[in-house]
């Protein structure tokens, strides 16, 4: 049977470790903040949202939402980017996607000012995570990487099978699991809808992450005996028994998956609380360049 890699425990560890970075900040005048925007009212980004503010006021930070109706224009979006850009107090900028379907994504991506993107979408932070350079690490992929570590997971020379290929998840935790450094130096296999034969990889991975965006995608048969397994999946399954009428469950069947890993993160408390840390760690940082 599996043992939980708890990452709402690990989560508060390094919240509190940010705490002390933020009086710091504070003390010297500066209060952290993150401009974020929801646009449109998908369910599943309200509740991500608001857990992001809910974490940005526990630590003391500030925060401001701009929340637009889902047929906002494109060029409305883009004026408000530019007057957070412009904007001194906010030092970090998350425009929740997936976006509506009108909006070019990438175009409205590239208007955030490099320096203020927080969630490490720009391409200039994608660029220079792919080349090493100091920049901004996207969320997910970062904690991913933390709650390896935190549980001394070993990455170097470890074959990891990511499942999914995904800007936001798949590419860039690939990434940064084969850069030459620690965590990383893995040997790492990206799979995806066109992948003939998953199961032949899967059973191979070491270390298993799984990104898939749908539930049951790994069974416990697909799973090698000892391995570290990272659920990055949020599904909403309808659940009559359950006052909000449905129930979290990733990517992974956890009942026969547990059985084989030595280690899997669970859904909730896994991945989602260190994707909230890694953003408010960013922001922090952010926050300190500007000292
Ligand atoms: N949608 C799903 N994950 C994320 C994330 O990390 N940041 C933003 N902005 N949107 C998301």
Do not use: W
């Amino acid at each position: 049977m599996a043992k939980l890699i708890d990452g709402k425990q690990i989560a508060v560890k390094i919240r509190e470790e940010l705490k002390s970075r933020i009086d710091k900040l504070k003390a010297q005048g500066v209060t952290p903040g993150l401009g974020v925007v929801l646009v449109g009212e998908d369910p599943a980004s309200v509740s991500y949202v608001t857990a992001k503010e809910r974490a940005c006021a526990e630590l003391g930070m500030f925060s401001s939402e701009t929340r637009l109706p889902a047929d906002t224009g494109e060029a409305e979006l883009l004026s408000r980017i530019n007057s957070m850009n412009q904007d001194p107090k906010l030092h970090g900028i998350l425009v929740q996607l997936p976006l509506p379907r009108h909006m070019d994504e990438q175009k409205i991506i590239m208007a955030i000012d490099p320096e203020k993107d927080v969630d490490g979408f720009h391409p200039v932070n994608a660029g220079k995570m792919l080349l090493g350079q100091d920049c901004y690490l996207p969320c997910t992929p970062n904690g991913i990487l933390k709650l390896l570590e935190e549980s001394d997971v070993e990455t170097s020379g470890a074959e990891v099978v990511v499942l999914g290929r995904s800007n936001i998840v798949g590419k860039p935790v690939a990434n940064l699991l084969f850069r030459k450094a620690n965590p990383g130096n893995a040997t790492v296999t990206v799979c995806h809808t066109a992948t003939r034969n998953l199961k032949e990889h899967t059973l191979q991975a070491d270390i298993l992450i799984v990104a898939a965006g749908r539930p049951g995608t790994v069974t416990g048969d697909m799973v090698k005996e000892g391995a570290v397994v990272i659920d990055v999946g949020v599904n909403r399954i309808p659940d009559e028994s359950k006052k909000r009428g449905y129930r979290l469950e990733g990517d992974v069947d956890f009942a026969s998956v547990s059985q084989k890993a030595a280690l899997i993160t669970p859904v909730p408390g896994g991945v989602g609380p260190m994707t909230i840390t890694m953003l408010l760690l960013n922001t922090v940082a952010a926050a300190e360049k500007r000292l």
